[in-house]
C-alpha cells in the first residue's frame, strides 16, 4: 500500500522546508498540487510501486482558503478512513511568521485588505478545521533548520508510519506554551531548583537536578499515575487511527523541573516498549 504524507499549515512557517527534508528521506515530493487533483494523482500513484510507494504533498496557499479549507478537510477524511495519509500542519507564531516576511519582503498570500499581521490571523482562522485535522503539528517557532529536519526525520523515515508515534518535550511557560503538543502537563507543583544556588547552572539531564526532582515524593506520585494512566490511553488513541501524539512537560522556564520529568517519562514509555523521541525546547535559554 502507498503511504500518503500531506504537508500544508500557515505560510511562512516552514512548509517548503519540511517538504525538502522529506524528499531527503526518500519521499516522492509533489509540490502545490490543486485541491481537485489531489485525490486525482492519490489515485493515479497506487500500485506503480517505487518510487511511488511514499508520496508527498505539499499544499500550499493555491489549494486553500476560504470554503476550500473545508473541501480539503473532506477530502483528508475520506482517505484517512480507508488509511491512506497521515497529515502534517506546519506552524509558527504571529510575531516569527511578521518577522520572516519583513526579512524577505514577501507579500502574504492571503488577501486581508489591511496589516501583514491581518492578514497572518486571517489566514490561521481559515485553516484552523485543516489544523484539527492534522495527525500532527511542527511549531518551528524555535528551530532551526538542523532541529526542523531533526525532528521531521524522526516522524517519516523509513518504518516511522508503523503504529502510534509518541514524542516527549519540555518547555518553560515563560517562552510560551507550544502549540504542536497534545497533551500539556504542568509541573510547576514541585520545588524549583533554580533557587538552589548550587544547581541553578545545572538543568535536568544533570543528576544532581534529576535527584532534587525525582526523588520528590510527590514527583513520584505523579510520573507512578501518570504512566498507569498513558499505558490504558495509548492503545485506545491507537485504535482510534491516532497516528502521532505529543506530550509536553512544563516549568517556570523549562531547564530543571520539566527536563528532568519529561526524560524519566520518556523512559517509563520506553520501557513499555514505544520508541520515544525527547527534545527540550527551552534548556539553553
Given at each position: 500500500?502507498?503511504?500518503?504524507?500531506?504537508?500544508?499549515g500557515?505560510?511562512?512557517?516552514?512548509?517548503?522546508?519540511?517538504?525538502?527534508a522529506?524528499?531527503?528521506?526518500?519521499?516522492?515530493?509533489?509540490?502545490?498540487?490543486?485541491l481537485?487533483?489531489?485525490?486525482k494523482?492519490?489515485?493515479?500513484?497506487?500500485?506503480?510501486?517505487?518510487?511511488?510507494?511514499?508520496?508527498?504533498?505539499?499544499?500550499?496557499?493555491?489549494?486553500?482558503?476560504?470554503?476550500?479549507?473545508?473541501?480539503?478537510?473532506?477530502?483528508?477524511?475520506?482517505?484517512?478512513?480507508?488509511?491512506?495519509?497521515?497529515?502534517?500542519?506546519?506552524?509558527?507564531?504571529?510575531?516569527?511568521?511578521?518577522?520572516?516576511?519583513?526579512?524577505?519582503?514577501?507579500?502574504?498570500?492571503?488577501?486581508?485588505?489591511?496589516?501583514?499581521?491581518?492578514?497572518?490571523r486571517?489566514?490561521?482562522?481559515?485553516?484552523?478545521p485543516?489544523?484539527?485535522?492534522?495527525?500532527?503539528?511542527?511549531?518551528?517557532?524555535?528551530?532551526?533548520?538542523h532541529?526542523?529536519?531533526?525532528?521531521?526525520?524522526?516522524?517519516?523515515?523509513?518504518?516511522?508510519?508503523?503504529?502510534?508515534?509518541?514524542?516527549?518535550?519540555?518547555?518553560?511557560?515563560?517562552?510560551?506554551?507550544?502549540?504542536?503538543?497534545?497533551?500539556?502537563?504542568?509541573c510547576?507543583?514541585?520545588?524549583?531548583p533554580?533557587?538552589?544556588?548550587?544547581?541553578?547552572?545545572?538543568?535536568?539531564?544533570?543528576?544532581?537536578?534529576?535527584?532534587?526532582?525525582?526523588?520528590?515524593?510527590?514527583?513520584?506520585?505523579?510520573?507512578?499515575?501518570?504512566?498507569?494512566?498513558?499505558?490504558?490511553?495509548?492503545?485506545?488513541?491507537?485504535?482510534?487511527?491516532?497516528?502521532?501524539?505529543?506530550?509536553?512537560?512544563?516549568?517556570?522556564?523549562?531547564?530543571?523541573?520539566?527536563?528532568?520529568?519529561?526524560?524519566?517519562?520518556?523512559?517509563?514509555?520506553?520501557?513499555?516498549?514505544?520508541?520515544?523521541?525527547?527534545?527540550?525546547?527551552?534548556?539553553?535559554?
Amino acid at each position: 500500500m502507498v503511504e500518503f504524507l500531506v504537508i500544508t499549515g500557515m505560510s511562512g512557517a516552514g512548509r517548503s522546508s519540511v517538504a525538502d527534508a522529506v524528499d531527503d528521506l526518500g519521499w516522492f515530493v509533489i509540490d502545490n498540487v490543486p485541491l481537485p487533483l489531489f485525490t486525482k494523482i492519490v489515485e493515479l500513484t497506487e500500485g506503480l510501486g517505487e518510487p511511488f510507494e511514499r508520496v508527498a504533498f505539499v499544499l500550499g496557499t493555491g489549494a486553500r482558503g476560504g470554503e476550500r479549507s473545508g473541501a480539503l478537510v473532506e477530502a483528508l477524511e475520506s482517505l484517512r478512513s480507508v488509511g491512506h495519509v497521515r497529515v502534517v500542519f506546519v506552524d509558527a507564531g504571529d510575531d516569527v511568521l511578521v518577522r520572516r516576511y519583513e526579512e524577505t519582503r514577501r507579500r502574504h498570500p492571503q488577501p486581508s485588505g489591511g496589516s501583514l499581521l491581518d492578514a497572518i490571523r486571517s489566514e490561521r482562522s481559515e485553516l484552523e478545521p485543516v489544523r484539527a485535522a492534522a495527525d500532527v503539528v511542527i511549531d518551528t517557532t524555535g528551530l532551526n533548520l538542523h532541529q526542523l529536519r531533526a525532528r521531521v526525520a524522526s516522524l517519516f523515515t523509513a518504518g516511522a508510519g508503523a503504529g502510534l508515534q509518541l514524542r516527549v518535550s519540555s518547555f518553560g511557560y515563560k517562552s510560551g506554551v507550544p502549540v504542536d503538543a497534545d497533551l500539556l502537563l504542568d509541573c510547576r507543583f514541585l520545588p524549583n531548583p533554580h533557587w538552589d544556588p548550587n544547581l541553578r547552572a545545572l538543568s535536568g539531564l544533570d543528576p544532581a537536578v534529576r535527584e532534587f526532582v525525582l526523588t520528590r515524593p510527590e514527583a513520584a506520585k505523579f510520573l507512578d499515575r501518570l504512566t498507569e494512566m498513558m499505558a490504558d490511553l495509548l492503545p485506545a488513541y491507537a485504535s482510534e487511527g491516532r497516528s502521532f501524539l505529543g506530550i509536553a512537560f512544563g516549568c517556570t522556564g523549562g531547564r530543571h523541573r520539566s527536563v528532568a520529568i519529561a526524560e524519566e517519562f520518556a523512559a517509563r514509555l520506553r520501557s513499555l516498549g514505544y520508541d520515544v523521541p525527547v527534545s527540550h525546547r527551552d534548556i539553553d535559554r
